[in-house]
């Protein structure tokens, strides 16, 4: 069973997003040992400058690289990434016994982002859309189209 870890700058907070976000932890336990490692935001000025925001990014790209484990795929969300369709989720992930990246890891950044390092070290940039969403918000969708990968690898009727 595939290792998929979502690492994710910053705590959910709302009711809202931790339910949605429970149930797909729930629907993905049959295909995959899902880990969700939340790592805490530096907290900055209200009115931060680009230095104090640039700091703030590597302390957190430093936290999220102790997390990602060994022989690991990972793709970075961010908006410079590549978009891509629903279909094509499915074929980053790593294919067990041919590849070999044991886990499959996806980084959500905070407010400002990811730090410019942890997106160069990824594997794979991916952007969900050139619209702007709340990281808590994407973090339910990130896991929706986990999900999503999972059902169409399996020919399920859910991906129509």
Do not use: W
């Amino acid at each position: 069973m595939l290792n998929v870890y979502v690492i994710c700058v910053g705590k959910l907070k709302e009711k809202f997003y931790k339910d949605a976000c429970a149930e797909y932890v729930k629907r993905l336990s049959p295909y995959c040992k899902l880990t969700v490692v939340e790592i805490p935001e530096v907290k900055l000025p209200k009115d931060p400058t680009l230095g104090e925001i640039t700091n703030a990014l590597s302390k957190e790209g430093d936290a999220i690289r102790a997390q990602i484990p060994p022989s690991s795929r990972v793709v970075a969300l961010c908006v410079e990434g590549r978009m891509r369709s629903s279909e094509e989720i499915p074929q980053m992930f790593p294919v067990p016994g041919r590849s070999l990246e044991k886990h499959m890891v996806f980084l959500i950044g905070g407010s400002y982002g990811l730090h410019p390092s942890i997106k160069a070290e990824a594997n794979t940039q991916l952007s969900m859309s050139p619209m702007t969403f709340p990281h808590h918000l994407a973090r339910v969708m990130l896991l929706e189209q986990i999900y999503r990968a999972f059902k169409i690898n399996e020919g399920s009727s859910y991906h129509k």
